[in-house]
Each structure stands twice: as C-alpha cells, then as structure tokens.
C-alpha cells in the first residue's frame, strides 16, 4: 500500500512528457501551422483590399478627367468583388456621377451589392430603398411594398424614412387611405 502511494505522488514532468511527446509535438505543429495561416488569410485580403482600393481612386481620378467609359468600367469590376465597402461605394459613384444610362445594368448592380455584398442590415437596408428611389415612377406597388415593408417591421433606422416615402408614394396618387396605414409607423 505504500508503495501504491509512492508511486502515485511522485510526478515527474519529465516522464510525463516523454510519454505524451507526439501528443505534444503535434499540438505545437498545429499552433504553429494555425497561426501561419491566419496570418497569410489576413495578409491576403490586406492586399485584395489595398488592391481595390487603388482601382476605386483610380476610377474617381478617371471620373475628375472626364473619362467615365473607363472609370464605369473599373466600378462595375469592383462592384462585382462583393468588398462590404467599396462595392456599395462603387455603386454610389456610378449613380452620382451618372455614369451608366442602361437602368437596368444599375438594378443589376443594386441587386449584386443588396444580395451578393455582405453588408451591415443598415447599409442593405439603404440600399434596398436607394434601388427603389432609383426605380421612381418605374417601380410597381407591390414591388414597392415588398421592397419596403421588412424594412418598417424591423427596427432598421431607416424606418421613418421609408415610411415617409410610402406615404408620399400614396399621396401622389391620391390614395389617402392607403396613405394613413403608414403613418406613425
């Protein structure tokens, strides 16, 4: 009994990790291997990053020379890397600048950044009623609704803009019933 309790005392770290060192070695090669490659995943999209963002100023440069055939072109393409920044910047650009006269290379833009881009629920929330502010007289009233009405029910800031807006939308068309539904919502 003694000798059970000897035996059971006596620790050596020494044997301890002679009898575990594959488990060990393993263990550090994984770290080591995970960080390795943490570390060249953020490495990467630091460059794709850096990479768009030299297209983006170079497109704004392209835009201030008056050359907007090629400045479209560079924003489509970036538009088209889903980047949660500089896509729905991209976007903007084209529609300030009126850059594109085909609407429906734009809505296909807006729908690119709305589904494909992932962004915040408030930036996708902006975007969606920026497409259908885009669409304006174009733009049936069940799209229209459809569009908006997830943005009223949830507690997106844009809430009360957008609810304005359908409140407008009602008014212009003299539907003052319709109207009222959106009021203090």
Same mark, same amino acid.
């Given at each position: 009994?003694?000798?059970?309790?000897?035996?059971?005392?006596?620790? *050596?770290?020494?044997?301890?990790?002679?009898?575990?060192?594959?488990?060990?070695?393993?263990? +550090?090669?994984?770290? !080591?291997?995970?960080?390795?490659?943490?570390?060249?995943?953020?490495?990467?999209?630091? /460059?794709?990053?850096? %990479?768009?963002?030299?297209?983006?100023?170079?497109?704004? !440069?392209?835009?201030?020379?008056?050359?907007?055939?090629?400045?479209?072109?560079? +924003?489509? /393409?970036?538009?088209?890397? *889903?980047?949660?920044?500089?896509? $729905?910047?991209? =976007?903007? =650009?084209?529609?300030e600048n009126? =850059?594109? /006269? &085909?609407?429906?290379?734009? +809505?296909?833009?807006? %729908?690119?950044?709305?589904?494909?881009?992932?962004?915040?629920? %408030?930036?996708? %929330? +902006?975007?969606?009623?920026?497409?259908?502010?885009?669409?304006?007289?174009?733009?049936?009233? *069940?799209?229209?609704?459809?569009?908006?009405? $997830? !943005?009223?029910?949830? *507690?997106? $800031?844009? /809430? @009360?803009?957008?609810? &304005?807006?359908? @409140?407008?939308?009602?008014?212009?068309?003299?539907?003052?019933? #319709?109207? #009222?539904?959106?009021?203090?919502q």
């Amino acid at each position: 009994m003694e000798n059970q309790d000897e035996n059971i005392k006596k620790f *050596n770290l020494r044997n301890y990790y002679n009898e575990n060192k594959k488990i060990f070695v393993s263990f +550090l090669i994984l770290v !080591i291997v995970s960080t390795i490659l943490i570390i060249g995943v953020r490495e990467y999209y630091s /460059k794709v990053n850096k %990479d768009i963002s030299n297209e983006f100023n170079k497109a704004k !440069i392209l835009i201030q020379k008056n050359n907007s055939i090629e400045a479209a072109k560079i +924003l489509g /393409k970036i538009i088209e890397k *889903n980047n949660s920044f500089y896509s $729905p910047s991209a =976007l903007n =650009l084209i529609i300030e600048n009126n =850059l594109i /006269k &085909d609407k429906e290379q734009i +809505l296909s833009y807006f %729908d690119e950044v709305i589904s494909e881009t992932d962004l915040d629920t %408030d930036i996708r %929330d +902006l975007f969606i009623f920026k497409k259908i502010i885009f669409l304006g007289d174009e733009i049936d009233e *069940n799209e229209m609704l459809t569009n908006l009405k $997830p !943005i009223i029910q949830s *507690n997106s $800031p844009w /809430k @009360r803009t957008v609810s &304005d807006y359908i @409140r407008k939308y009602y008014r212009s068309k003299n539907e003052f019933n #319709k109207a #009222k539904e959106f009021e203090n919502q």
